[in-house]
């Protein structure tokens, strides 16, 4: 079993020890948004400045990355059935095991401090907000509803 910490803010690193004892088992050189990463089926998600990124939870090491046009993406990432969802001023839905794009939505903004919550997902629709806003969209399509 793993515990992965980061430690610093906004920005910080990502290190994995082992609850067991306490050691220090990796750090990765990825740079990550405090608060940002998930894992799922042995790998950590987490977000960058302006990425999606996949580090192996094993050995730390970074699996894929995936930028997005837009600066921001809100915490946190929502993995399920395979894919990983990101908001930014779009939805990206990314495949979790090789980080391509399977979908993105709609842009909502022109701001560039602004766009989509962190999205959920539910009975097959990947759901958000903006601006007081629901959004809806098919989760494997993406196709909006």
Known sequence: MYVYIGS????VGISAFDA???????SSAETVQSNSYCYSDGLVYAVTNKSVVAIDAQSGSTKWSFTTAYASISNPLVISDGIV?????????????????????INVTNFFSEGFAP?????GLVLSDFRSRLYA?????????
């Open 8 to 11: 610093g803010n906004p920005f």
């Open 20 to 26: 067991r004892n306490g050691n220090k088992l990796w």
């Open 85 to 105: 969802y990101a908001a930014t001023d779009r939805i990206y839905a990314l495949d979790s095991k090789t980080g391509s794009k399977k979908w993105e939505s």
């Open 119 to 123: 999205p959920a997902v539910l009975n």
């Open 137 to 145: 969209f098919d989760a494997k399509t993406g196709t909006k509803k």
